[in-house]
């Protein structure tokens, strides 16, 4: 087998470090630029890209720390066939001779693709067209259906095709910002950074939240609307009867440009301010300031993500936020426009090859005259008819045997959709499945009959699309690792092995990039949004030296073209659909067996199910474990304390999460985040829990209202281990695994008190070893370490009664420079020795500045401010997620001080 690698002495598959490398972070849809480069160590640094045009130079905590993501210890490095160690010819002859042998018995509706907006437009691109344009079938679906396929709808009733019309700097020009459905300081730092400078620049700008939770973006909000969870487009859609009552329309825009308004107005559905206030629990005079605002507000821009996208009814909710856009003309223009924003790097990548179920590619649906068009294009040998299986009917599908092989590419499945307990079982049952990925074992992985080694950021090279159109260049700066190869070649040698060879001899990825954009011009005469087809002809070099570039292109000696700036928009008479939107009940209402409403979403540090965050310690410091987060009322309530387990359950599935009690969180609902998986917890996938119930539209799920009950898990004791190695086996029903600086850390607790912790420490460890001991019998305490030759190999504390649970100094003991009688005094009085300072829990990831660290310098300095605290310990000053708590800290202290 040859690897096809080069063309004209170029390397597209992974190339030695040398010098300084610009590409893109592969983490949120922001898409920021990074430049990468070694140190004399051989170490790789991070720095933002102060030219690409999303970040400007900014990085939030996790593409800071990229560099330290990038060891092989946890990666997939070669085939494995049937558990056993595989060269490549066999893995890919075995999955081309099984889904053909499929097909040929079954079908095409009985093989699948599951991908990822994680891969990259070239992969996507050669994913979609061997399912649809050669195997026949549109069952290749995307992990993007749990992220932003309720915009796409919803653009696509509105807009005619799916266009998202803003650009980042209009959430700079507005003067007034909305955001719903996003805590947009988290789940994107660098655009809540830009909001904030702005913000500054122009202190008349206003920042309304729409959001149940009071999160970390609400620190720059001049009004925050704490709406009851659901409640979305009755909020919207009585900002809208509010305009109309008001006369605050842009009726030229309307008769020109839209229609459907008069049927909207018709259907009555838009509420009064009263019924708004009922509905949505909130004060009338809030509600009618934020109207207020908006009617005199002409740039406005709403922003909405997740908390908007991922409902039964999500799509509805999205045309009751563009309804309001149209209403006033506020669209296509600088500082007004609704704007998706998108969680994934490349779930706009997706989009424009046709990455989901119910498209085709470039924009394309399943018209007749588009299946024609692309048909011919690819000169398909069997080409798809009808749209495929959305991700959850999809896995529906394989659980009940119409889908008998199966592909996951660079996704977790088992962790991220809803009823993931279900997933579990329809991977089991189905009689083949393949696994791409970069790392060697997920709760996914373990189903594979086939895995294939991918390559991962720093090793593969292609092109991503952000949220705001914005293409960038993801380019290689590592050689590929063990037999790790780019997704779109394993594609490609498994298409040619079942008879495609024709359609999938690319040389490299610089020619799937050319048909890419030729299929984008291909008979479209502005009939659709998509066309970056000036680029067709692009050289390898020219594509290896790709600068960022936003669709669509603008004409020559522009510097931008806007999407319906001219009013023109992409349905049959070129005018936007009015959507009239009925607002309605979650699917699964609240009842007495199941009385909370709970909601998912990310955290400051982590990302998706943790594989490249959770391997440094910066980004585990600051939420450690997982955890739920619930209302001091509620916690009383129902028998919870703050720091105790507890048991988080429904008729699904049953977690055990740390209680984080916290008044930002509305009573009657919690919050558990998204990330934790069987590798870093016991019982801790919250997608278990929430269930398979989706918009009629999108098929997109409802991860933000799943009911739920909570109650106190029986604890008798807790502690942790901190150890060199990885363990298999740990004692109690409990376990989160933390990655500590120098050690790993697993916070351990159980039901029932072992016996003999002497007992406990040999089954955990194997016998042998020098370990010295010491049983605190009145407060039932222990505590255990593992030396050799003067090091500490492992210690195991198990916290006596009303003792704190301190580690941070403990695993310095771990470090290069510790050992000596000092530590090994401390290692058994619990103690850190004088010279060690406990910094304490984590509250600036980006410097890895301590919550003790804060308070002392507050206390001695006498800081008063954020900017203080950020001159002295650097807190704060590079992505300032960690702002709001500063601030908090800081209140406290004060508060403390005058009391």
Known sequence: MTDKFTSDGTVFGGIPVNGETRTTCPYCGVGCGVVVSPDADGNIKVRGDKAHPANFGRLCSKGTSLGETLALDDRLLHCVVDGQQSGWDTALERVATVFSETIARHGPDSVALYVSGQILTEDYYVANKLMKGFIGSANIDTNSRLCMSTAVAGHKRAFGTDTVPACYEDLEQADLLIITGSNLAWAHPVLFQRVMAAKKARPSMRVVLIDPRRTASADIADLHLAVAPGSDAVLFNGLLGWLIEHDCLDKRFIADHTSGFDALCAAQVLPSLGEVAQACHLPEDDIRRFFDWVAQTEKTVTAFSQGINQSSSGVDKVNSIINVHLATGRIGKPGASPFSITGQPNAMGGREVGGLANQLAAHMDFSPGAIDRVGRFWQARAMATKPGLKAVELFDAVRDGRIKALWIMSTNPVVSLPEADKVREALNACPFVVVSDCIAETDTSVFADVLLPAATWGEKDGTVTNSERCVSHQKAFLPLPGEARPDWWQLCEVARRMGFEAGFDYRNQADIFREHARLSGFENKDSRDFDISALQAVSDAHYQALEPFQWPLPERGQSRKRFFADGQFYTPDRRA????????????????????????????????????????????????????????????????????????????????????????????????????????????????????VVDPLSGQPESKHTPVAVRPWPMRWQGFILTRRALPRLPGDYWALVRESHSLRYVIAGQDEPASWSAVVSECFGAGGNWIELEDTHRRGYRAAQLKDGRVQAVLVVAGEGEPLLHSWLNQQFGPDAGGEDGRRSLLSGRPASAVKDAGRQVCACFNVGINTIVEAIEEQQLSSVEAIGELLRAGTNCGSCKPELAAILQQRCAAASA
């Open 577 to 692: 659909r009015f959507v009239p939107v009925a607002p309605r009940q979650p699917a699964r209402p609240v009842s007495p067996a199941y009385p909370l409403i709970c909601n998912t979403g990310r955290i400051r540090d982590q990302w998706h199910t943790m594989t490249r965050t959770a391997k440094t310690s910066r980004l585990m410091g600051h939420m450690p474990e997982p955890y739920v987060e619930i209302h001091p009322q509620d916690a009383v309530h129902y028998g919870l304390s703050d720091g105790a387990l507890a048991e988080v359950y429904n008729q699904n599935a049953s977690l055990t999460l740390r209680v984080k009690t916290d008044a930002s969180q509305q009573p009657g609902s919690v919050f558990v985040p998204m990330h934790w998986t069987a590798q870093y917890a016991s019982a801790a996938r919250v997608d278990s829990l929430v269930n398979a």
